[in-house]
T-cell receptor
Framework: AQKVTQAQTEISVVEKEDVTLDCVYETRDTTYYLFWYKQPPSGELVFLIRRNSFDEQNEISGRYSWNFQKSTSSFNFTITASQVVDSAVYFCALSVSSGSARQLTFGSGTQLTVLP | DTEVTQTPKHLVMGMTNKKSLKCEQHMGHRAMYWYKQKAKKPPELMFVYSYEKLSINESVPSRFSPECPNSSLLNLHLHALQPEDSALYLC??????????????FGPGTRLTVL
């Protein structure tokens, strides 16, 4: 069975603090892809990153960084020096096979609020 | 350009109305998706089209009827909806629906209210 768990329902931080969003996944597939999406109050899901199961290198993009650890089935997301504009719901997702097609299994999301 | 557009942005309809949601992308993607999202929940997949053919229908009630007239356009026809169908409807597209090419890009959604 495929499953994504985001245990943190809501996180609140003060601007300029660092914050880490946790994501734990379960899959029997040996080849799989993990994603992070951001959903601001406007509603659109914004693609942030894709990582495949064979690449455990951490990635940094500006204030964003991702830590993928296959040994613990985790794909955590850190925002450094958070800003008010980072306030959004963040979803971790796993790309899985469904018969001959593919689909995303989403975690339940983490609501991040950055206070000024 | 990773833009997926959806119209209308907001829709209010009665339970006896017939309406349609429209989704368009010009990225040359060959897979398109409809999702339903209730408040404080993750998106739930409804339909997947791959090369204009329906490849996944997640047991969606027949009052929702998808249509993919061409590779750039995806419609969702609505008829006899219930108040519990009120939600944000998201459209997405990806280059293909195969591993390595299935990164999905989402539109801004249509907020549907059924009275």
């Amino acid at each position: 069975a495929q499953k994504v768990t985001q245990a943190q329902t809501e996180i609140s931080v003060v601007e300029k603090e660092d914050v880490t969003l946790d994501c734990v996944y379960e899959t029997r597939d040996t080849t799989y892809y993990l994603f992070w999406y951001k959903q601001p109050p406007s509603g659109e899901l914004v693609f942030l990153i894709r990582r495949n199961s064979f690449d455990e290198q951490n990635e940094i993009s500006g204030r964003y960084s991702w830590n993928f650890q296959k040994s613990t089935s985790s794909f955590n997301f850190t925002i450094t020096a958070s800003q008010v504009v980072d306030s959004a719901v963040y979803f971790c997702a796993l790309s899985v096979s469904s018969g001959s097609a593919r689909q995303l299994t989403f975690g339940s999301g983490t609501q991040l609020t950055v206070l000024p | 350009d990773t833009e997926v557009t959806q119209t209308p942005k907001h829709l209010v309809m009665g339970m006896t109305n017939k309406k349609s949601l429209k989704c368009e992308q010009h990225m040359g993607h060959r897979a398109m998706y409809w999702y339903k999202q209730k408040a404080k929940k993750p998106p739930e997949l409804m339909f997947v089209y791959s090369y204009e053919k329906l490849s996944i229908n997640e047991s969606v009630p027949s009052r929702f009827s998808p249509e993919c007239p061409n590779s750039s356009l995806l419609n969702l026809h609505l008829h006899a909806l219930q108040p519990e169908d009120s939600a944000l409807y998201l459209c997405a597209s990806s280059p293909e629906n195969r591993i390595l090419t299935d990164t999905q890009y989402f539109g801004p959604g249509t907020r549907l209210t059924v009275l």
